[in-house]
């Protein structure tokens, strides 16, 4: 049978992977045992999928970047160049913590910008934009713009990546698509 998914002469990919249909994988990337790639997935240069991590469909990986197991990316999530996800909370090299992983999961659509650090167990919320360079320290809420060392809480964002400004009533409009966002307690909920 046929491949319905493209890899590079230079991919490894290890044996019980699922790739999903109009997957790209490019060159020096490894995909180990047991992941799960979705359909139309693009993973870049020098990209590094470990054992049961699971990417929905089309999951965008820049280059240099190292999925560990324990990480979780619904669809249409952004990684980008160089972003790190950590899967243990107190690694040491003397001592094996293997199946101590602590899972991360990211959201459908969030973006997490070039550079950022994601210590496990903190989930990234729908829709969240990470910036560049952020560390992640805590749960990431839907919407939520953060940026910094430790990551902050700077604002929200459309579902089509534009900051948000909301009115008194609550109320804002993105500015691309036209679409209604209201902040209510605290959450945002797209009308």
Sequence with gaps: MEKEYFAHETAVIDDNCQIGKGTKIWHFSH?????????????????????????????????????????????????????????????????????????????????????????????IGEFAFIGAGAVVTKEVPPYALVIGNPAKQMGWMSEFGHRLTFNKEGLAVCPESNEQYRLDQGKVHKL
């Design 31 to 123: 995909l180990m045992s047991n992941c799960i790639l979705g359909e139309n997935c693009n993973l870049g240069q020098n990209v590094v999928v470990s054992p049961e991590v699971v990417l929905g469909n089309n999951v965008k990986v820049q280059n240099n970047v190292s999925i560990y197991t324990g990480v979780i990316c619904e669809d249409d999530v952004f990684l980008g160049p160089s972003m790190v996800f950590t899967n243990v909370i107190n690694p040491r090299s003397g001592i094996n913590r293997r199946g101590q992983y602590t899972k991360t999961t990211v959201k459908k659509g969030a973006s997490i910008g070039a550079n950022a650090t994601i210590i496990c167990g903190h989930d």
